[in-house]
């Protein structure tokens, strides 16, 4: 009994340090001084974000094949107290990383991590010079935005544990998202029912944040697989069926049907089989599409014309076909209540002081693409981003699925150089310097004070999901675009990552030999045409 009496009054004693810590609640000024504090963590800390930015830039994995990100990033923050879940949703290369202080909210940090094909480039040099000549690079800057989020979130970790502020924090990467292949599958596995509320980042060229439909588009990724006959194409042409021939022919009906297509809708295509060799008729064959549209119905729509093609194309050629879905992404709508706090955050911090060598860098590489044009880098901070009212076609990002699971924003942060044209070679050259390294610490400020404000304001994250439930969700509803055995296709990328990984290697960054990348690699900061 006397036990007994010894743990009814340590539960109760837990009880009411939880009740307490949830029901303290912090006035303006106290909330200001933490969120000051912060953002001077995060300052202290711009080494460790320069390290992790050089170091995932080195490792320059494409989609499902990110394994040394991947470790890297985890041992990190397993190494800071974070509990990791590898392999989710049967993706090797994905985790979610999780740390708690007791009840509270539950705040996901997410961004992508792999790079773009043949992208291999030299940072700080403002002309195309590959480390690795057809290797994978980071053109799109996706080396960046996980460290951001680990920076941030071990500043507000270190406030949580000081002041016994109770909540969670989980960060998880964007697998494979030039292949809008990872992020769906979370949303379908549950990964997101229990978190209240996502604040995602991406490398941009200003600093900014948006509420509300955003321009660009959702999209589904189908492969149609075509199977026919083998036969001697000169011997005995006659016996074959060849499944070239209905894939062209599926590419050729699609393109007729491409002329009425609305101009808000984009597709486009790739051979992934086309036969062996010219003299077999090739017996399997494939295409892959993206099929993209501003709304959820479109992009159903185009999905069943272009299955009624492929079945098209298979009947006249006598061949068989399946198909399988690849990816998809939902069209994106961000919360106005976090992007409206989060925006007075990015406009405490500001954008980042560019040297005058940021900005020889900028105008030289704006020079050498032919960018519309040559103003360097940004001196004026973008304005907090509106509904778009009149859609806008363009790119997607599978952050449109969690947008609509959970109250999500993305905050772009000011890594890279204007007027480039994206999945690009050009779009690396900034990525493992002084631009990167100052936009991602800018960022994780930003990020790091606007956490404070959710995790200290309950009020905010209740106006958030008032946001999501009566505005957002009042008239669309989220519905996945792939089934319950539809897998992700990990195997996507492996021979290209195989191909170059071990010449990569050497010239992985040793952080314990060199102070920077730039330092390891002997580029001159700039390095411009003469």
């Not at 709508?333 to 992007?339: E, G, L, S, T």
């Amino acid at each position: 009994m006397k036990t007994f009496k010894i743990l009814l009054s340590g539960f109760l004693l837990l009880c009411f340090i939880s009740t307490t810590t949830a029901q303290k609640k912090y006035s303006k000024r106290q909330i200001e001084k933490l969120k000051s504090e912060v953002a001077q963590i995060v300052e202290d800390h711009h080494k460790q974000s320069q390290v992790m930015v050089d170091k995932v830039f080195s490792f320059a994995e494409l989609g499902f094949q990110e394994e040394e990100s991947s470790k890297y990033l985890t041992g990190i923050l397993e190494n800071n107290g974070f509990t990791i879940e590898h392999s989710i949703s049967g993706i090797p290369t994905a985790w979610f990383a999780t740390w708690s202080n007791g009840d509270g909210p539950v705040i996901a940090l997410g961004s992508d991590v792999d790079c773009i094909p043949k992208a291999s480039q030299y940072p700080g040099v403002a002309y195309h010079k590959p480390i690795v000549e057809g290797a994978p690079g980071h053109g799109e800057g996706h080396n960046s935005g996980i460290p951001l989020n680990i920076t941030s979130a071990l500043a507000v970790k270190q406030i949580m544990e000081r002041e016994n502020i109770g909540g969670t924090l989980i960060l998880w990467p964007g697998i494979a998202e030039e292949l809008v292949a990872a992020k769906a599958w979370y949303v379908r596995d549950g990964l997101f029912d229990d978190i209240d509320m996502c604040i995602f980042t991406h490398v941009g060229n200003n600093f900014g944040v948006s509420w509300g439909p955003t321009r660009g588009t959702g999209l589904i990724s189908v492969e149609y697989l075509f199977e026919g006959e083998a036969a001697h194409s000169a011997g005995a042409p006659w016996r074959g069926r060849s499944a070239l021939d209905a894939a062209e022919l599926m590419n050729i009906g699609w393109n007729y049907k491409r002329e009425h297509l609305h101009p808000l809708k984009r597709s486009h295509s790739i051979f992934t089989d086309a036969g062996d060799q010219p003299n077999v008729v090739p017996s399997k064959a494939a295409i892959w599409f993206y099929f993209r549209d501003i709304k959820y119905e479109g992009i159903m729509e185009m999905y069943a014309e272009a299955n009624d093609i492929a079945k098209g194309a298979a009947l006249m050629t006598g061949t068989t076909m399946t198909s399988r879905v690849l990816g998809t992404a939902w069209p994106r709508h961000y919360n106005k209540v976090i992007a409206e706090t989060m925006y007075e955050n990015i406009k405490e911090v500001g954008l980042p002081t560019w040297s005058a060598a940021d900005q020889a860098l900028a105008k030289a590489v704006q020079t050498e693409v032919g960018s519309d044009k040559i103003e360097g880098l940004p001196t004026e901070l973008a304005e907090l981003g509106l509904p778009v009212l009149e859609p806008v076609s363009g790119g997607s990002d599978d952050i449109g699925d969690i947008s609509w699971k959970v109250p999500t924003v993305t905050m772009r942060f000011p890594s890279n150089i204007p007027g480039l044209q994206g999945h690009h070679w050009s779009n690396a050259i900034a990525m493992a310097t002084p631009i990167a390294h100052k936009g991602v610490t800018a960022g994780a400020k930003a990020e790091a004070m606007t956490l404070l404000d959710f995790f200290l304001n309950p009020e905010l994250l209740k106006g958030a999901w008032d946001y999501f439930n009566n505005e957002q969700s009042k008239e669309t509803k989220y519905q996945p675009m792939i089934a319950a055995d539809d897998m992700p296709p990990t195997y996507l990328n492996k021979d290209k990552q195989d191909t170059y990984r071990s010449e990569l290697q050497k010239y992985y960054f040793d952080e314990t030999q060199y102070d920077t990348y730039l330092e390891q690699l002997g580029v001159e900061y700039p390095t411009v045409k003469k």
